[in-house]
């Protein structure tokens, strides 16, 4: 069973920026797209970006663009969302996720991790 382990998160002032990672472990994710989705108190779980297993591609949800960027490194299995410009209504516990094909649909994720939470302050 493979495991991803999300890092990164804190609190933070609007304004400022913050690099999430997401680290994979007992498998290799490398074929997978990754996907980092998050979830505010009292909301449902949204997407937020996704890349596909090469990095070539990526898909952003509409509110994010511009301010959010997705890479990868597969030579050390570790995904990253770049978030600028933070606001307050960025704040929510952040996941990535792994799936066989890139998409947005977070039901076509696998593979899930824990969380970490992202708090800004305005």
């Known amino acids: 069973q493979g495991q991803l382990v999300e890092s990164g998160g804190g609190f933070v002032q609007a304004g400022d920026s913050l690099r999430l990672s997401c680290a994979a472990s007992?498998?290799?994710?490398?074929?997978?797209?990754m996907g980092w989705f998050r979830q505010a108190p009292g909301k449902e779980r949204e997407f937020v970006g996704a890349t596909s297993w090469s990095g070539a591609s990526t898909a952003y949800a509409d509110s994010v663009k511009g301010r959010f960027a997705i890479s990868r490194d597969n030579s050390h299995g570790t995904v990253y969302l770049q978030i600028n410009s933070l606001k307050p209504e960025d704040t929510a516990v952040y996941y990535c996720?792994?799936?066989?094909?890139?998409?947005?649909?977070?039901?076509?994720?696998?593979?899930w991790g824990q969380g970490t939470q992202v708090t800004v302050s305005s």
């Open positions: 007992g498998r290799t994710f490398s074929a997978y797209a």
């Open positions: 996720a792994a799936s066989p094909r890139l998409t947005m649909n977070g039901i076509g994720y696998h593979y």
